[in-house]
């Protein structure tokens, strides 16, 4: 119930903002980038082997999902891994689903790898990544599963190489957690989904809620997280990125994901 003249204009403002803000780009058609059925279109590069080696089939398909896979596996041994989108992408709507399997990671994955996968967008290309190196320049929607009884918020963001502002202010730290999204546990489906606008404004949704909003992404000369990717950065500074590619992440815990479909936006 509106209580006063200025609630109620205050509220007419809001959703008039809204209704401008949803017109400013103009957006496509729904399309899917996974088949369903094979990894057509998809490339795999897991640290240590080159582009385009999919390593003891660490991703593989099944039942209509992308499985990450760890079957064939002694140890992880920091092979860490990412499935490219064979097209860059500029600014668009992307959604899918994922659930972490219950069963869990190799022994020797890092504690904080347990139940621990991402989104990794307006990233580097997958041909430009050094043999070594563990995760490409990148945004990462991170994506977690519970891991003993604490809470443990999925839909974080992470930075690879990157800077991003929040409410405006540069942020300094690899990874900002989401407060407000939840703990969720291994075995249940969720519906991630990710905007990125013509104007830099990124939007990270966890079940059709909002739990993170940010801007500005920005090459970091600084970073020191995504080893063996300084020569990337440095030959091209502190440049603002507004293009990559997007890609599935392999971190130590099985995961699927499934349903992926993606929107093209344009500025009107």
């Known amino acids: 119930m509106i209580r006063s003249t200025a609630g109620a204009l205050a509220l007419l403002l809001a959703l008039g903002a809204g209704e401008a803000h949803a017109q400013d780009v103009k957006a496509g058609p729904w399309k899917p980038l996974f088949d369903g059925k094979t990894l057509n279109g998809w490339t795999p590069k897991i640290a240590k082997h080159p582009a385009g080696e999919n390593y003891r089939d660490t991703f593989v398909v099944d039942h209509g999902a992308i499985r990450v896979s760890y079957a064939g ?57 050094t043999v070594e190196q563990p995760f490409p320049v990148s945004v990462e929607f991170q994506l977690l599963g519970k891991d003993g009884d604490a809470p443990r ?32 546990p291994n075995g249940t489906w969720v519906q991630a989904e990710l905007e990125v606008l013509p104007n830099g404004e990124i939007t990270q949704k966890i079940n059709g809620v909002a739990v993170h909003k940010y801007a500005d992404v920005t090459l970091d000369p600084d970073d020191t997280v995504a080893g063996g990717a300084k020569p990337y950065i440095l030959a091209r500074g502190a440049a603002p990125v507004t293009e990559g590619y997007i890609a599935l992440q392999s971190e130590g815990h099985p995961i699927e994901f499934k349903d992926i479909q993606i929107q093209e936006l344009t500025a009107r």
């Not at 891994?81 to 668009?92: I, N, V």
């Not at 540069?170 to 989401?178: A, D, L, R, Y």
């Open 153 to 184: 918020s999925t839909g974080s963001v992470c930075t690879p190489g990157l800077t991003i502002a929040i409410d405006g202010t540069k942020v300094k730290e690899h990874c900002t957690i989401s407060k407000n999204a939840p703990t969720i």
């Open 73 to 129: 596996y002694d140890t992880l041994d920091g092979q860490f891994g990412h499935l490219f989108y064979k097209t860059p992408f500029k600014a668009y709507r992307l959604k899918l689903t994922y659930r972490f399997l219950t069963e869990g990671g190799l022994a020797d994955t890092p504690a904080w790898a347990r139940s621990n996968s991402g989104i990794m967008f307006l990233s580097q290309s997958p041909e430009s990544m």
